[in-house]
């Protein structure tokens, strides 16, 4: 079982086949891209560090690296715009986040 606030077996069936698909042939990851998104919504959830990641997620610079394409191509809104429409109100909880500069996190009960 995943961590608080990770995808849902059902979120990430939904998710899934709206992430573009690699090109490069090669060695199979060491981390699954279900980790690394997890990863990067943990990150813009909690507003931690970059480098404070939790290692169950995998490299804090293989999350950053994944964020940062995605960023930059915009894919995340996206892909993950369109499965938001599809799950429902929870959706994945993956908000367009500056990286730029430091991002407080607030509690809410």
């Avoid at 698909?21 to 970059?50: A, E, M, N, S």
């Avoid at 394409?69 to 994945?92: H, I, K, P």
Wanted: proline fraction near 8%.
């Amino acid at each position: 079982m995943g961590a608080r606030g990770d995808l849902t077996d059902t979120q990430w069936t939904r998710l899934e086949p709206l992430l573009p698909v690699g090109k490069k042939p090669g060695r199979p990851p060491i981390w699954t891209r279900r980790q690394l998104i997890d990863g990067i919504r943990f990150r813009t959830r909690t507003g931690v560090p970059w480098r404070d990641m939790r290692e169950q997620y995998g490299p804090w610079a293989r999350v950053y690296d994944l964020f940062r394409r995605w960023q930059l191509r915009d894919r995340a809104r996206r892909s993950v715009g369109a499965a938001e429409r599809g799950v429902g109100s929870t959706g994945f909880g993956i908000p367009a986040v500056y990286v730029g500069g430091p991002v407080q996190a607030c509690q809410h009960d």
